[in-house]
């Protein structure tokens, strides 16, 4: 009976012993990773229905479903949060899990392509000042400047003046980031200060067309560069210069013209006749010529050139 009653004492110990044992296991203490005795469920972004490539995504896109940690894919998604507002670079069917090699990257074509509406466009400048970069974000709006040496031809021709040549236009990416937390994060890991390229920082701009015009035209003369402004002041004029003249606001310079040998206008010139006067010094009356030898002379000019025509006296009316 002794032995009977030990036999259930040293079970329900050994019971208690196994339960406290597996439970250490899979919890473990505070601030360790549990272990893991085989596979166990984990929770992976799916497509709630067929989506085409160029899609941004939604929360009604996407849904969390329970997965093997063995069936998960190299760079399966585990939360929705973080992948709405992204854009699918791949197409996915319903149920397929979305990995981040399908999603484009921050700041890059695909994800600015689909920020654009109709009739607008996508147009990236490279500036010289590095420090921009450090106030210039993602929504931010700025005016763009064009520094340049004034052509020839044009009054303080070789000078280098600057000009305001677009007004509150919106920043879409910033290096290339067009997240601003993102932005911001890439410039404390790197002290404080995006490096940006070599040549400078790169800001892509929302613009319409005729501005995107205006801006390729601006970046041909010379440099550009942003300031920022408020988001609520108003432009102070419309935006719509579409040649050298009208961009940089350019008067020519005068110059002294000579008229040209063929605007010359054809001149006729003959010599009048000599009227006859008497000893008192009142005409005759009579319009004949001076001289029996007297012959008719025309001068042409024309293109420049002149001419002189002879033509002989007729004696038809002497007696």
């Known amino acids: 009976m002794m032995k009977l009653f030990l036999s259930v004492i040293l079970g329900l110990l050994a019971a208690m012993f196994a339960a406290v044992l597996v439970a250490a296991l899979t919890s473990g203490p505070k601030g360790i990773p549990a272990l893991s005795l085989g596979p166990s469920d984990a929770q992976v972004v ?3 229905k067929a989506l085409s490539a160029g899609h941004v995504l939604t929360e009604e896109d996407l849904k969390l479903e329970s997965t093997l940690k063995t069936e998960m894919g190299t760079g399966a998604i585990t939360a929705i949060r973080p992948a709405v507002g992204r854009v699918l670079i791949r197409p996915a069917i319903e149920g397929q899990q979305i990995r981040s090699n399908m999603i484009a990257g921050l700041g890059t074509g695909p994800e600015i392509e689909a920020m654009l509406e109709e009739g607008s466009r996508a147009s990236t400048i490279t500036i010289a000042d590095r420090g921009l970069a450090a106030f210039v974000y993602p929504g931010a709006t700025v005016d763009v400047i064009a520094i340049f040496d004034v052509p020839r031809g044009y009054v303080d021709a070789g000078k280098t003046i600057s000009r305001t040549v677009l007004q509150a236009v919106t920043v879409l990416a910033v290096e290339g980031y067009s997240n601003a937390m993102a932005q911001f994060q890439a410039s404390q890991a790197e002290g404080g200060v995006s490096s940006g390229s070599r040549k400078g920082p790169t ?15 601006a970046k041909s003369l010379g440099t550009v560069s942003v300031t ?11 935006s719509d210069a579409s ?3 009208e961009l940089l606001q350019l008067t020519a310079a005068r110059k002294r013209t000579t008229p040209s ?4 206008p054809n001149v006729v010139t003959a010599k009048a ?5 008497a000893s ?3 005409s ?4 004949e010529p001076e001289s029996d030898d007297e012959d008719w002379q025309t001068v042409v000019i024309r293109g420049g050139k002149r001419t002189t025509y002879t033509f002989e006296e007729n004696d038809d009316n002497e007696d």
């Open 273 to 277: 006749p000599v009227v006859p006067v």
């Open 243 to 245: 040649t050298l003249e």
């Open 280 to 282: 008192g010094g009142a």
């Open 261 to 264: 040998p063929n605007n010359v």
């Open 46 to 48: 799916t497509a709630s």
């Open 228 to 238: 920022l402004r408020p988001n609520e002041e108003q432009p102070t004029g419309p």
């Open 284 to 287: 005759t009356g009579a319009s």
């Open 203 to 217: 800001i892509t701009l929302l613009l319409k067309p005729s501005e995107a015009e205006i801006l390729q035209l």
